[in-house]
């Protein structure tokens, strides 16, 4: 058979043009299930006429359909971010090219055969031929887009095989050389789909707003004698030829979705159709919707499920959706393909602005300095157009979709301005996007990735070079790489976008870590990533960056761009509070804003806080309540929270929540000095003993202990292995992880015992002097650890603070501090002051690849106790930062999946002074000069007890 097809770089051939996906009255059949399937290793080895009835598929095994092939025992999937798998050589693929031969019966009563039907594919990738009873309707690429087939005349009565072969490589692969899985098969749903003689083959229903008025226009694109009704709006068979002015409709906006119901209908079907009114517009180059500038709150969204890959059902994108609207977010990217349907139905009723994304990305060629890329390449012009015209076609509909998005680094090209033009000539009321287009030469908005912070602001002030990159709305497709721990600086960028009305908000990269949920040998659960199915060519854990971990737990960073994303601020104003409304559109009338004083972080009143309408953009300043006096440091926490139930969360779900210090911590009075006592065994301060030697603490009271002992060094972060010098590579370079202690000096006196230490790296010549000052009275041990820099230092630190270990028992903790979750100095806008319980393992964040995690921030106290009520007390004096976790440092370090960390028998804590910031330079900028972490004189100061 001549694989001519596979390798041509057409899209594909049989299909009919592209229209509206919708449901409508006529009659349906999902062909999902259970088909037939088996993999070849190439398409010469594929069986032979799989389409006739006669074909013995009985050696064959079962499929699910939709689903990939490689997450069902056939194959294995690979991942790469950039680089194609196989050798550039276009249109060509390797002829080792697996295919999956398909078959499907399925059963039709009489009805069928007297009306048209269709047969749809909402996504096969990567490349398709289709029978259905014998005949072969044609073949399909475009892996995330939809195809269909007219079919009537072939249908029968009774029983209908639908033969399909699908090819893992094709022309089409250098069109979709996204970064993630490389996953095959039918992985979106199959339909058959009666077309009803007279019924509505397409429709495009827009629905616009004028602001000034208050008005709204539908004006519809359909069949002949089409009618139109919205019985809320006393629109009754309107024939939908003829627009429709309405004097007063409520918007549709991501703050407040209102969708009206109505039905779109000829005698032979009815549609039912969400009408969503709303107009997008370019004014003084602002990007607008309903006059209003909109600020995008947004991350990026590739379709992953652990089990299922991009095969995601619909529970999946209810989550997703339901997830982002709880964190705040208010607009996706749907990065770098049109999703499944049912993702844009749910964001125009849940309410998310949507750039659509056309599944365009040939980045491999970059390596090749973009020689013989398909975007400016003539023979592949047809299959760029074919591809847009499918998504715009198919998502028309959809109020979400506010940006229409070309595609993703596939560089620049006449093939791309095409796309331009004919969606801009089909669709004016939706501006393009692509980032690629460096000169704007046919976008219209300016788009970047992951630039840094200095460098938007010289956009916001309009320090370009270029004219178009100051007259356009600005807006980062991709900013704050959520790989591993972090982003840090999202603070930061915020600040930029409220400062700067171009500068309209981004996306974050990306949503969900896309692991694949694989077991151990010995049975254990663990997230999958790149290398791990045994690829000659991958990208490791690039893959894994995401908001959600991969089962869809939040993962700190996601909690921390909730705060950041806040549609109000709540935050102290002279005299009392201020609550600013950041909305768009909306008042704060849909929240109610409650208080609650804590001191020492335990309740002691609480109360419902009074706020007047605040229109968007405005803020009002309100007196403190009353408030009765407390013992201790004392907090007011406010929180805003929903009134009243949404479709996403319930009432009382928080929404934003402030902080404002009311009384500060008292220093209790120390007790008389405790004296050194040199006993037979060693020496003894209060509960301390210590190794005369070495002066080092052995126990304390009565527990054994290991340290404490200054550390330096962490498990180093994504985003710490990142960038050119990376941090990493520089701590690394300046033998950080391997840090030597030499005792200088002990030193006994009355009631002290002070032990110098010089801390430095083998080979290197550089220092920290690190003196242990250690006192006590009758119930507590107190260390000052003071530190001073010798010589020339050559990097940053990526902690600064004590290393202790304590016996296992103690697994439990509670702190006053920073909470509940991790936090850093560039990621610490979530940590609220408060009291916190959480056991030892509850502390640690699992990250899929293991990296330095868990740290709570500006801690009072802490304590750690055992099952049987015994404890440990560490003050800070007055804070410190705090991590405890069942693996030393080296052990988290070494570990490249979380099955690699086994507890040892020991707890080991941080106690630290402070830690370098996280930055997210695993792609983007590093750590803002301000949360960087030098070298310099310092002191930690700490007080242990043991409380009864
Ligand atoms: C950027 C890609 O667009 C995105 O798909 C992802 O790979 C991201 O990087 C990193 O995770 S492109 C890069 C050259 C900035």
Redesign the pocket.
Known sequence: MSPSYVEDPSPGHGSLSPRAHFRSDARSLSLNGDWRFQLSPSLAAAPEGIEHPEFDDSAWTGLPVPAHWQLHGHGKPAYT??VYPFPVDPPRVPSDNPTGSYRHTFTLDADWLTQPAVLRFDGIDSCARIWLNGTELGVTKGSRLPSEFEVGPLLRAGENLLAVRVHQWSAASYLED???WWLSGIFRSVTLLARPTGGIGDYWLRADYDHTTGRGTITVDTVPGARLSIPELDLHDHPAAQPVELPAVEPWSAEQPRLYHGELATDAERVPVRIGFRTVSIEDGQLKVNGQRVFFRGV?RHEHDPRHGRAVPREIAVADVELMKRHNINAVRT??YPPDPAFLDLCDEYGLWVIDECDL?T?GF?RLDWAGNPSDDPQWTDAYLDRMRRMVERDKNHPSIVLWSLG??GHTGANFRRMAEWARDRDPGRPIHY?GDHDCAYVDVYSR??ASHQEVEQIGRGEVDNPRHAELPFLL??YA?A?GTGPGGLLEYRELFERHPRCQGGFI??WIDHGLLQRTPDGREYYAYGGDFGESVHDGN??I?GLLFPDRTPSPGLIELAKIYEPVRITAAPNGIRVHNHHDYRPLDHLSFHWTLEAEGIPVATGDLPVPTVHSGQSVDLPLPELPATDGETWLTIRAVLATGTRWAPAGHQVAWGQLPIAPATTPARTGATRLLHAPAGLRLGIGAFDPTTGGLVSLGGHQVTGPRLDLWRATTDNDRGGHPSEAGTWRAAGLHRLQHRISEIHLADTELLVRTRVAPPGLSFALLADYRWTADQDTLRLRLDLEPEGEWPCTLPRLGLHLAIPAEFGQVEWFGGGPGEAYPDSRQSARIGRYTASVDDLHTPYVFPQENGNRVDVRWAELSTVDGQCFRIAGVPTFDLTARRWTTADLDAATHATDLHPTDQVHLHLDLAHHGLGTA???PGVLPQYRLHPGKAALELVFSIPR
């Open positions: 971010n950039v996204q970064d993630m990026n990065s770098h990305e980045h970059e993703n680094e980032e990735m992951y497709c991709e790489h790989m990269w990306e690039f893959v960056d695993s792609c983007g």
